[in-house]
């Protein structure tokens, strides 16, 4: 099982950027995929999950009508696009296989996105 994500870099305030995270090794459309951040001296923040098919989808309150999960099955490929980025949104970026009720089975090596002017 491999997740990569990738997309990240260095963004003004106001900004946008678009994650992707490529899974491979295992039937991508029978998992829930989900975004997690971390900033730096602060715990994991988990900010979106997207269904199987990618009918439902769930965001934390910090990122909600800002960040827009979707998914491609046909790519197994997940997006997080990320506009109006404000400092606060600086952190390392991670997929993980699996949801935040559930637990997560498998995570990315991360992407690093950092929000300043």
């Known amino acids: 099982v491999q997740l990569v994500e990738s997309g990240g870099g260095l963004v003004q305030p106001g900004g946008s950027l678009r994650l992707s995270c490529a899974a491979s090794?295992?039937?991508?459309?029978?998992?829930?995929i989900t975004w997690v951040r971390q900033a730096p001296g602060k715990g994991p923040e988990w900010l979106s999950s997207?269904?199987?098919?990618?009918?439902?989808?769930a965001y934390t309150d910090s990122v909600k009508g800002r960040f827009t999960i979707s998914r491609d099955n046909t790519k197994n490929t997940v997006y997080l696009q990320m506009n109006s980025l404000k400092s606060e949104d600086t952190a390392l970026y991670y997929c993980a296989q699996g949801d935040r009720w559930s637990g997560y089975n498998y995570w990315g090596q991360g992407t690093q996105v950092t929000v300043s002017s």
């Open positions: 997207i269904a199987t098919d990618g009918s439902s989808t």
């Open positions: 090794g295992f039937t991508f459309s029978n998992y829930i």
